[in-house]
């Protein structure tokens, strides 16, 4: 079956650049989207589409998906930034819909 | 605004049933697929199901099909998840969240607060 993998925890300074990986075979061939939730909140959509921001998602947060590894980055990074994040994916051949198991984000 | 109320959760007892109930406004139910999304207790995201415009298409995760069933009434605005056979397992909160699809791709733009079922 079809499984994205994430890290369980990325630390990052105040200021600087995190990069959240999320992993799955042949990934780049799929959209993959992400979800922020920060504690005792729903999640809420910052990529969708590999790249793509809703709106009113800042533009520090970037996304790219290639190979078997997709990636979102969020660039001068603030403590507001804290959360768990998940990538998902669509399997076009199940038509089911595939979570990671979420990153948690600190900002120390 | 676009937003989309869960109720109906609560204390169930094992093999017990229960139905939630996902109330949609600001936007035409019509226009799109609607999921179930669950969080068990310090755990991650699972997807449970998800219904089509009109209601033929739906499909289920395997930890819940034959158990769950996912329907909408459109007039109504609203979404609904008709769970039986519980147990300790799906204890979570149980999101329901508006979804974008196509060929390609499908995530979820709008999800609601969330109603947590506790099965013990």
């Not at chain 1, 990986?21 to 939730?37: A, T």
């Not at chain 1, 959509?45 to 533009?59: A, F, K």
């Not at chain 2, 791709?105 to 609601?112: A, L, S």
Request: hydrophobic fraction near 30%; glycine fraction near 12%.
């Amino acid at each position: 079956s079809f499984e994205l993998t994430q890290p369980p925890s990325v630390s990052v300074s105040p200021g600087q650049t995190a990069s959240i990986l999320c992993s799955g075979d042949k990934l780049g061939n799929k959209y993959v989207s992400w979800y922020q939730q920060k504690p005792g909140q729903s999640p809420v959509l910052v990529i969708y589409q590999d790249s793509q921001r809703p709106s009113g998602i800042p533009e520090r947060f970037s996304g790219s998906n290639s190979g078997d590894t997709a990636t979102l980055s969020i660039s001068r990074t603030q403590a507001m930034d804290e959360g768990d994040y998940y990538c998902q994916a669509w399997n076009t051949t199940t038509a089911t819909v595939v979570f990671g198991g979420g990153t948690k984000l600190t900002v120390l | 605004q676009v937003q989309l109320v869960e109720s109906g959760g609560g204390l169930v007892k094992p093999g017990g049933s229960l139905r939630l109930s996902c109330a949609a406004s600001g936007f035409t139910l019509s226009g799109y697929y609607m999921t179930w999304i669950r969080q068990a207790p310090g755990k991650g995201l699972e997807w449970v199901s998800y219904i089509g415009n009109s209601g033929t298409t739906i499909y289920y995760a395997d930890s819940v099909r034959g158990r769950f069933t996912i329907s909408r009434d459109n007039a109504k605005n609203s979404l609904h998840l008709q769970m039986s056979s519980l147990g300790a397992d799906d204890t979570a909160v149980y999101y329901c969240a508006r979804a974008i699809e196509a060929r390609n791709y499908f995530y979820m733009d709008v999800w609601g607060k969330g109603t947590t079922v506790t099965v013990s």
